[in-house]
């Protein structure tokens, strides 16, 4: 008689199963998750035929089995998945889009702190030697511009206010930057004429000598706005010109006296030559009192009110 594992059935079974487990990991996958099971070995199995799949539909295996309901539980982590990575996606779209929009506007505004604008007066035509600069402002032949602060000489002039009483010192450029040594005074060496500095057509331009005590002790520059102060002989002072326009200041030194060797002994005091830039009346009301009263300056500071402080006091008050 033959034993039990000399069964010819048992001996093809275990054939099988030898053949099977040479077979590569994904065959054997395969060949147990694709291809149905028969009805009879389902039955040997006690599975009832209203459970099979239908012919030639993927049976799920031992990792993925079917739930009691029929639905197979392996397209369920799949659609999990996919979920993640879809909302994943989402996220680092959203992420990469908010990351280059920070990055954009802190580029724009670090380039607009590197190149900063500085304003600056330009010539916006060609200027003539001599022309004042006063009247460049007024015909618009001088304008303000932004520019590149790296582009702005060092002594370019920001301030329309400093070329009050000052004249071109040569021609000047369309384009041209407006310094300090474009515009100057007559007393500094200016290029054009005294006339050239005034400003209105109705002005003149008178000058007097005053000493160092009454004139601020020489500290008044062309541009510069002082009230004309007169002392009579009954020791009243009043103010004369208020809020007059100081148009050039040149020194003067008084004739020296001569010793017996023809040296020089004594040294005059020195005085002041102001020029102001008045009307034709104002500047004969000036003259006048040059010759019969004593005059003081009375230095102003910027943006006073015009013609603040006329008023007259009389001596010992």
């Given at each position: 008689m033959l034993g039990a594992d000399s069964h010819p059935r048992s001996t093809l079974r275990s054939r099988r199963l030898r053949r099977r487990a040479a077979w590569p990991r994904s065959l054997r996958f395969a060949q147990r998750t694709c291809f149905p099971a028969s009805l009879a070995s389902l039955a040997r199995r006690g599975i009832p035929a209203s459970r099979t799949l239908a012919q030639g539909q993927p049976r799920a295996g031992r990792r993925f089995r079917s739930g009691t309901d029929g639905a197979d539980r392996r397209s369920e982590p799949v659609g999990n998945r996919r979920t993640v990575i879809a909302v994943a996606a989402v996220l680092l779209a959203a992420v990469a889009g908010i990351s280059v929009y920070l990055y954009v506007s802190?580029?724009?505004?670090?380039?607009?702190?590197?190149?900063?604008?500085?304003?600056?007066?330009?010539?916006?035509?060609?200027?003539?030697?001599?022309?004042s600069g006063a009247s460049a402002l007024a015909e618009g032949s001088i304008v303000a511009s932004k520019v590149l602060r790296g582009s702005v000489p060092f002594s370019a002039v920001t301030d329309p206010q400093q070329l009050a009483g000052k004249v071109a010192s040569s021609t000047i450029q369309a384009r041209q930057f407006i310094t300090d040594s474009t515009f100057l005074s007559p007393s500094e060496g200016g290029g054009g004429t005294l006339a050239a500095a005034i400003a209105g057509k109705d002005k003149v331009a008178v000058t007097i000598s005053v000493d160092t005590a009454?004139?601020?002790?020489?500290?008044?520059?062309?541009?510069?706005?002082?009230?004309?102060?007169?002392?009579?002989a009954d020791g009243t002072a009043s103010v004369l010109l208020p809020d007059a326009k100081v148009l050039a200041v040149g020194q003067e030194t008084a004739a020296t006296a001569a010793g017996g060797n023809g040296q020089p002994s004594v040294a005059a005091a020195s005085s002041g030559l102001i020029t102001f830039e008045l009307t034709q009346v104002d500047a004969l009301r000036l003259i006048g009192a040059n010759r019969s009263s004593l005059i003081y300056l009375i230095l102003k500071p910027l943006g006073a009110i015009p013609g603040s402080g006329s008023s007259s006091v009389p001596a010992g008050r």
């Open positions: 802190g580029a724009d505004r670090r380039a607009e702190e590197k190149v900063q604008l500085v304003d600056a007066l330009v010539a916006a035509r060609d200027i003539p030697k001599g022309t009454r004139s601020v002790a020489n500290q008044i520059a062309p541009g510069d706005r002082v009230d004309v102060a007169v002392v009579g």
